[in-house]
């Protein structure tokens, strides 16, 4: 319950004052003496109703400026209205993801997991997921079927697409299924561990048609500095043959191109490193929440009203019959 003119309410301070003066007043009456007393014998049992007009008019008062405070009775509808944001992942099946300097696991395996994490923290944001190695392929397109996204990251795999890195194609890919999406905010988040090596398009050139529809660019470079046990072939019993190969990512292609678009570049060094980078560009790309209220209120005051009418008519009944004053 709330009130419509709460202020009012102060105004029932004045009832106990009132009682307070009458109670003084009558007091100072307590002390008149009287001749004789025995007219007034077995009056005591019956002062409660000589008491009860005034204590009706007291309710009368209260009930009255109860009604006149506006109760009201209601419930408060909340819509959130989110615009939302369109991403689109394009994560990296080189052979090199295979390599071994995430440990536990590989890197193939955390940038999955991770990934999985962040889309997860999303709640009103349409993602898609590009996988590319020589080619580039829409794997989920825009959706906010978190549950059908999570699946197809968990079925990403090394060897899906023929080997090679062609960073360029990716991000036009991404661009393309990004350039019709609604909504204002737009990015696309690259990970990969190497350099452009495949496809026919620039990625310098396929990051300012990005950034011609307006789309950020967020890059991470996936890799330890120096040297990593990289897979090159298998051996007798089928297991992977590892050889210490050096780190080369092309960290200044990344940072133009990420720059270009207004996005930026990230190096992950480590398992750790990578989750703190997701969590930095999930802190970037938030999505725009707006909450409309809408409240339905019934008036209440009929209640007090009727209860403060009751009482007057009870007041009047009861001073004409039962507690008739006497000059």
């Known amino acids: 319950m709330s009130f419509a003119r709460p202020l009012v309410l102060l105004l ?22 009287m001749s004789d007393v025995r007219p007034a014998a077995g009056t005591a049992e019956r002062l409660w109703i000589a008491r009860l007009p005034l204590q009706l008019r007291n309710v ?3 009930a009255w400026i109860v009604a006149a405070a506006g109760p009201r009775l209601g419930s408060a509808r909340i819509e959130a209205r989110s615009e939302g944001i369109s991403i689109v992942l394009c994560v990296d099946l080189s052979s090199s993801m295979l390599a071994e300097d995430f440990a536990p696991a590989n890197r193939i395996d955390v940038a999955k997991a991770t990934a999985i994490d962040f889309v997860r923290a999303r709640r009103s944001d349409r993602i898609g997921l590009v996988a590319f190695a020589a080619q580039a392929l829409t794997q989920v397109p825009l ?5 059908v996204l999570e699946a197809a990251l968990q ?12 960073i360029g194609t990716a991000i036009a890919t991404a661009a393309n299924r990004l350039r019709r999406a609604p909504g204002k905010s737009k990015v696309i988040v690259l990970l990969t561990d190497g350099v452009n090596n495949r496809g026919t398009v620039d990625p310098r050139t396929a990051g300012q048609a990005a950034g011609a529809f307006g789309i950020r660019i967020y890059a991470i470079g996936v890799g330890t500095q120096g ?10 019993g089928g297991a992977l043959r590892y050889q210490s190969m050096p780190v080369e990512i092309d960290e200044a292609l990344l940072t133009d191109v990420a720059r270009g678009t207004g ?8 398992s750790e490193s990578l989750r703190h980078i997701f969590a930095e ?19 209440a005051y009929r209640w007090p009203l009727a209860l403060g009418l009751i009482g007057l008519a009870l007041e009047i009944v009861l001073s004409g019959t039962f507690a008739v004053r006497v000059p």
């Open 12 to 33: 029932l301070l004045a009832l106990p004052a009132w009682w307070w003066l009458r109670a003084r007043r009558l007091g100072r009456l307590r002390g008149v003496r």
């Open 60 to 62: 009368c008062l209260g």
């Open 143 to 147: 959706t906010t079927d978190y549950a």
């Open 155 to 166: 079925g990403l795999r090394i060897g899906m697409l023929e080997d090679g890195t062609a």
């Open 227 to 236: 040297e990593a046990p990289v897979p090159t072939g298998q051996g007798p």
């Open 263 to 270: 996005g930026r570049y990230f190096r992950a060094t480590d």
């Open 281 to 299: 560009i999930n802190r970037l790309e938030k999505s725009t929440v707006e909450q409309v209220v809408y409240r339905r209120f019934e008036e």
